[in-house]
């Protein structure tokens, strides 16, 4: 009951406190934090906007990437697979999750950016560089490189948690489809998919709330420069990595309050996201509750 | 062509590209291993286990202390987190079907939410500010608050899924609830709660971000639990952006440990929370 | 006119032995009973029929059908074909949930390629008309599926499986999760769609069989014990197993 209590006890320590030690760089800064570019903390002038910015774009980036991919494992491995090897090859994947992200990074910087600055980079500049996104020089570090590691990242939650919705599905619904001369891509379409959209959104959003708060593997390999550029290929920052890079250095009370608000923003961006996708998976759940009541 | 052919294509279009994308996923994870490998466990020597960091150049040198540093993180760590959490766990098993118990899970469902660099700020404003300097204590701090969710969960689930028979059999001997709890439920349900922990021990065993500001890392071999300590995850970060290769083979090296320790801790876990599912579900 | 000949049909889960050499032929256009306990193989026959069973697995089939002459488990036929042109409705209802009534009658045609609206509403109008529901639902197509009751549910798959143009509609049981006035809406319909359909109903319900089928054919433990028009089967027949079923001594 005490131990119990004192995790609450703990949750709220710890809101109040991240929020009163924000308080000075909010307010001296109010609104102006989340909506100005200038990152000065010699003059003492922050505001939070590019890291706003390459957050939200690194994470639409990972979504981007992984969402497609992870229903197609998830459809696979729930619909499609020889069972033997369902169970071995869902293990492989969430292995994925097991990887420290710290090593993600340093992969990132010695093998995938190196990649993606000989191979990939030239191969879209040269196919697609008529849109803003794919030019620029090529840096291997950067926005790309940082969304293509969150994806990496979050396909295992978003695989492993649209693969549970889809083996929730009852068979009556796949028979339905079946036996209306539907084909098997058909019938998971129609019945499958369908059935468990709610829930695979859940999955989507929990993975967003994972690519939006993760730290290292993206500090390495971001490039940590706090600009808005529209192209793809250029370094930006976010708001995990500038706390990351900056809070034992920050002299000054400004300085450090204005990395403690990033926190809050933080904060508070992940609890609304995490508690959009609990409350979709929480739909779905009863809704199969209620199914096997009737 | 026509429509009856065109269908067959899609679906066997389709049905190929769901076993490409579960292919192509193993990519990025064949890769790592290659690099943890071919980099890391070449340059695995026994000085590497025992001796402390050389500065750049100077051949040899280890990484004993940040080897010993995460061992002592993740035992000062389990030291508060595993009993919050399990008693916690209990707690919302037997007596946590009230708006209280609603409450508290929806904390811990919160706190698993946050991001790990956020906990990291909020041991430094707690411990790290008060105290005048960064400390494995709050580097257990934060750790303990990322282990507590997964601990206190873990543990709930195992202890519902003990059959009621034997709560009613315990109760039925006269015995009071909570003794029965601790003795015969907490008994069964031991071997998964433990591995509950482990899965949880190895999570946190590579968490850099809450580090940074808390453990700070160190050079030398810890002097107490209220001075700055070495961990491996801190050390693979520094190494990895340096510009030094001799830096970069350690880092390898101690990926290649780190990596190992936490894949064992989680295939072991899994077998257990296996076998033990199915020894429940047959009783 | 015989619509489906079954010829020494095997069917197995993994190693249980769940049909054993059924034979029978099927008249078109009447509606043919399918009755026996619980167990007796009645649902594992009738999806053999649109190769339905197969889909389950460790699920196996042998023997032959013939459709309209032809070997619908011959490798040069395709099930996807044959299950459009033998339709089922199932023991639960269980039309498309996220789909609207509308959509889920137009499902199985837009599968097939129709496109334009009109044809699409067309042929909508037409089978709900056809499943006796146009008139409850015709100011509702855009709600869901499962915003309706039981018994107009069911009509809804009935509905559905109509729309694609079958020539052989399979029942399993379709009544049993029903009240008796929705049961009696689903016989009715039965009994107008043997007109155009050749039906073959699984009923666990004697009476049932008696009043909507015009052949009747009696499983037990994986085999036909007896099969037959169901006047005869019902007043006079020849197993004693048959005699000892339809007055009720067991089952």
Redesign the interface.
Known sequence: MLTALSVTALTLLLIYSMVTNALPAIQKFGWHFLFTSTWDPVKEIFGALPFIYGTLVSSALALLIAVPISLGIAIYLAELAPQFIRQPLSFLIELLAAIPSVVYGFWGIFGLAPFLRTAVQPFLSKYLGFLPLFQGQFFGVGMLTAGIILSIMIIPTISSISREVFLAVPSNQREAATALGATRWETIRLAVLGYSKTGVWGAVILGLGRAIGETMAVTMVIGNRPQISVSLFAPGYTMASVIANEFTEATGKLYLSSLVEIGVILFFLTLIINGIARFLIWKVSNKAKGRIRE | MN??K???I??AF??S??????T???L??I??FI??LSKGASSLNISFFTHLPRPVGEPGGGMGNAILGTLTLIGLTCLWAI??GV??GV??AE??NNK??A??RF?????N??????????A???FVVPMKTFSALSGAFALG?IM??TV?RTTEEILLLVPRTIREAALALGISQFRMTISIVLKTALPGIVTGILLAI??I?????PL??TA?GNEFWQRGIMQPIAAM?LQ??AY??SPFDDW?RQ??AA?FV??TI??LM?FIS?LVIYLQRKSLKAK | MEKVKVEGLNAYFSNIHALKGINISIKEKKVTAIIGPSGCGKSTFIRCINRLHEVVPHAKVSGRILFDGKDIYSSAIDPIEIRRRIGMVFQRPNPFPVLSIYDNVAAGLKLNGMKRKDDLDEIVEKTLKMAALWDEVKNKLNASGVSLSGGQQQRLCIARTLAVKPEVILFDEPCSALDPISTAKIEELIFQLKENYTIIIVTHNMQQAARVSDYTSFFLLGELVEFGKTQDIFTAPKDKRTEAYITGRFG
């Open positions: 429509i009856y065109r269908r067959k899609i679906n389709m049905c590209a769901t076993f490409i994308c579960a192509i996923t193993l990025p994870l890769s790592i690099y943890v009993p919050v008693l916690s707690y919302l007596f946590g209280f118990g409450v508290v904390s811990a469902d919160l706190l939410g946050v991001p790990s660099i956020v906990i990291g700020i909020f430094y404003i707690l608050l507590i969710p206190m190895a999570r065993a590579g968490e850099t971000a940074l500001f700070l995850p693979i970060f990895a952006i970069h880092a390898w990926s780190l990596i936490i894949f989680n899994r």
